[in-house]
C-alpha cells in the first residue's frame, strides 16, 4: 500500500492507517460498531449525509420515474398511438433490463478508476436524454433501441450501494440506503401525481398527446440534476483524505476518513484483483443473494411497471388510477427507512429480511383472494411495503458480506444479473387481467424460495462467526499470533479472521 504524505500539513500517512487494520478490529466482533461516536465524528457522517445522500436520492428518482414511466404513458394511450400488441410492449420492457444486466460489472469497478461524480453525473444526464426522446418514438424499433440504452445508463446508478460501502460502515449503511433509495417508492408516487396533471391538462396541447408530454415534463429535469451532481459528489473516502475537498479540507477530519475506510472492512487505494472474480463465483453466499435480491426485485420491478395496470383493472378510471397508484408508494416511503433504521440499531438483516417477507405474502395473497376494491389496493400497499425495504436490506447484505472490492462487486453484477433477469419474468407474467393469477403466483413462489435462502445464508455466516472468534480465542490463550493477521482485508477477503458478518 501507498506510504506517501497526504500532504505537507496533514501529517496523514496512509500506511500508519494500513498497520493498523488489527488494532481497528482487535476485539473480535466489530469492536468498531460498538465504540461511541466522537462531536468530531458525528460532524463528519453529517457532512457525508448532506453531501451524498441527497444527490444520490436525486440521481435514484429521476431514474426510477424514467423507468416507471412507460408504465403511466400506456395508460395514456402510448400503447394504442404506436399501434404496438401487447407482446411488442412487452419487449419494449423487457429490453431495459437486458441492458442494465451487461454493464453492471464494469459499472461497479468504474468506480475506481473514474470519479464517481463524473460516473453517476454522465450516467443521469444521457438516461434523462434518453427518457425525453421517447417522446419523439413512432415505431415499436425506435422504442426498443432508446430502452435499451436508457438501462444501460441507469445500471451506472445501482452502483450507489457499492460507494456507499466505502464510506459507510457495515452498522450504518442500511439506514443511509434506504434514506437515498426512498426516492424510489417516492417517485411512483409523484409520477402519478405528474401523470394526472399532465393528463388533465397538456393533453393535445401544441399537438403532442399527453403521454409524450409525459416523457418531456418528466425527462428535461432529469438532465439538469445530473449536471449538479457531476460537479458536486465526492469522490472516494481515500482520495478526499488525500487532496481534500471544499467539504472536507481540516487535516483531522481527513484522517478520520481513512481511520473509517478500515473500520468499514475496505482497503485503501484498490484496484481490480481477476482472482477475486473466482473467489465471488465460487462463494454460495453469493447465489443466495442474487435469489433474494432478485425475488424482492421482481415484486419492486413487476409493481413499478404494472402497478397503473393493476388498479386500472380493478374497476378504475384512467385519471383515478393515476391518484390511487400514489397509495401503495406511500406505504413503502414509511416502512422503508423504518425497517432499515431497526436493521442497523440492532445489527441484524436476516429477521428484518423475513420481516418484509411477511408483508408482501400477506398482499399476493389479499390480490389472489379478494376481489373487493379497497382488498385489493390494500394488497398492493402491502407488497410494496415489503418489497423495498426487502430490496435495500438484502442489497446492504450482499455489500457487507463480501471482502476485497473485486469480490464484492462481482458478487453485486451476480445480483444484479438475477435482479434484471427476474425483472425481465416480471414483464412476461403479468399477462392475464384482470386478476393477474399466474403473475402474483410467480412472485410469491419466489419470495418463498428468498426466505429460505436467507436462513440459509444466516446459518453459513453465524457459523463463520462463530468459527473465527473460536480462533482467535485460541490464539489468544496460547499467546500465538493469530494465522493470516498481517494480511488486510482486500488481501484475505471475508475470510480474514477479523472481518465480521452481519448477521
Not at 374497476?315 to 425497517?339: D, E, K, M, N
Not at 387481467?433 to 453465524?462: D, E, N, Q, S
Not at 493477521?485 to 471475508?494: N, R, V
Request: net charge positive.
Amino acid at each position: 500500500m501507498p506510504g506517501d504524505i497526504i500532504n505537507k500539513d496533514s501529517h496523514c500517512h496512509i500506511d500508519d492507517v494500513e498497520a493498523s487494520k488489527g488494532d481497528a478490529a482487535s476485539t473480535g466482533e466489530n469492536n468498531q460498531s460498538k465504540r461511541s461516536k466522537s462531536p468530531q465524528e458525528r460532524k463528519l457522517l453529517l457532512k457525508q449525509d448532506l453531501s451524498m445522500l441527497p444527490l444520490l436520492a436525486g440521481c435514484f428518482f429521476f431514474a426510477y420515474v424514467d423507468r416507471g414511466q412507460i408504465g403511466n404513458a400506456r395508460v395514456m394511450g402510448m400503447q394504442q398511438d404506436l399501434h404496438l400488441t401487447n407482446d411488442q410492449y412487452f419487449n419494449a420492457l423487457m429490453v431495459f433490463f437486458i441492458g442494465y444486466m451487461i454493464i453492471e460489472l464494469p459499472c461497479a469497478l468504474g468506480l475506481v478508476y473514474f470519479r464517481p461524480s463524473h460516473q453517476f453525473g454522465l450516467a443521469t444526464m444521457l438516461f434523462g436524454v434518453m427518457a425525453t426522446c421517447i417522446a419523439a418514438v413512432n415505431s415499436e424499433g425506435s422504442l426498443i433501441a432508446i430502452r435499451f440504452i436508457l438501462g444501460l445508463c441507469e445500471a451506472f446508478v445501482q452502483t450507489g450501494f457499492i460507494y456507499l460501502s466505502l464510506w459507510y460502515r457495515p452498522d450504518e449503511i442500511a439506514l443511509r440506503a434506504a434514506l437515498f433509495y426512498l426516492s424510489t417508492p417516492l417517485a411512483g408516487a409523484v409520477s402519478g401525481l405528474i401523470s394526472y396533471g399532465v393528463a388533465k391538462n397538456l393533453a393535445g396541447v401544441h399537438g403532442y398527446a399527453s403521454w409524450q408530454w409525459l416523457f418531456i415534463v418528466e425527462g428535461v429535469p432529469t438532465i439538469a440534476w445530473g449536471v449538479l451532481t457531476f460537479f458536486s459528489l465526492p469522490g472516494r473516502p481515500e482520495v478526499v483524505a488525500e487532496k481534500g475537498s471544499f467539504l472536507f479540507s481540516d487535516a483531522s477530519e481527513r484522517q478520520l476518513i481513512l481511520q473509517r475506510v478500515t473500520e468499514a472492512q475496505n482497503s485503501i487505494h484498490v484496484k481490480f484483483v481477476p482472482g477475486q472474480v473466482l473467489k465471488a463465483l465460487k462463494d454460495p453466499k453469493t447465489w443466495l443473494d442474487a435469489v433474494t435480491v432478485g425475488a424482492f426485485g421482481l415484486a419492486v420491478a413487476a409493481f413499478s411497471l404494472f402497478l397503473p395496470t393493476f388498479i386500472n383493472a380493478f374497476g378504475f378510471s384512467p385519471l383515478r388510477t393515476q391518484l390511487f397508484s400514489i397509495i401503495p408508494y406511500a406505504c413503502a416511503a414509511v416502512t422503508l427507512p423504518l425497517s432499515c433504521y431497526f436493521a442497523d440499531l440492532y445489527k441484524a438483516r436476516a429477521i428484518p429480511l423475513l420481516v418484509c417477507f411477511l408483508f408482501c405474502v400477506s398482499g399476493l395473497i389479499l390480490l389472489l383472494a379478494t376481489t373487493s376494491k379497497a382488498g385489493r389496493v390494500a394488497g398492493t400497499s402491502l407488497v410494496a411495503a415489503g418489497s423495498y425495504p426487502g430490496v435495500i436490506l438484502g442489497a446492504t447484505w450482499v455489500v457487507t458480506s463480501h471482502g476485497g472490492y473485486t469480490k464484492r462487486s462481482t458478487a453485486w453484477a451476480v445480483v444484479q444479473v438475477f435482479l434484471q433477469c427476474f425483472s425481465i419474468m416480471g414483464t412476461k407474467i403479468y399477462n392475464a387481467p384482470p386478476r393477474f393469477f399466474k403473475g402474483h403466483g410467480v412472485v410469491l413462489g419466489m419470495l418463498c424460495l428468498a426466505a429460505v435462502c436467507i436462513v440459509l445464508k444466516w446459518w453459513i455466516m453465524r457459523t463463520a462467526n462463530q468459527k473465527k472468534d473460536a480462533i482467535i480465542s485460541q490464539c489468544e490463550a496460547d499467546g500465538v499470533a493469530i494465522p493470516d493477521g498481517e494480511k488486510t482485508f482486500e488481501d484475505a477477503g471475508d475470510s480474514h479472521l477479523r472481518f465480521r458478518y452481519i448477521l
